[in-house]
């Protein structure tokens, strides 16, 4: 099923936030912590594709690399 924009956004927001308490945060402790927030499962392979998405915006880079 996809995820409405909106939503995403507010997922890879949540990644962020979880990232910047704990940089060292793992992918299952990620994935529990974005399901007792939104209240729905998530799988594991969505997880990690959105922490490679946000990553870059965590680094202060934008989509396309420039600072």
């Not at 912590?33 to 946000?54: C, D, H, I, P, Q």
């Amino acid at each position: 099923m996809r995820i409405v924009p909106a939503r995403e956004a507010e997922i890879r927001r949540e990644i962020r936030d979880a990232r910047a308490l704990d940089p060292l945060i793992g992918l299952a402790a990620l994935e529990q912590r974005l399901e007792k927030r939104f209240k729905r499962g998530l799988s594991y392979k969505y997880v990690n594709l959105s922490t490679s998405l946000a990553l870059p915006v965590i680094r202060g880079l934008t989509a396309d690399g420039a600072k």
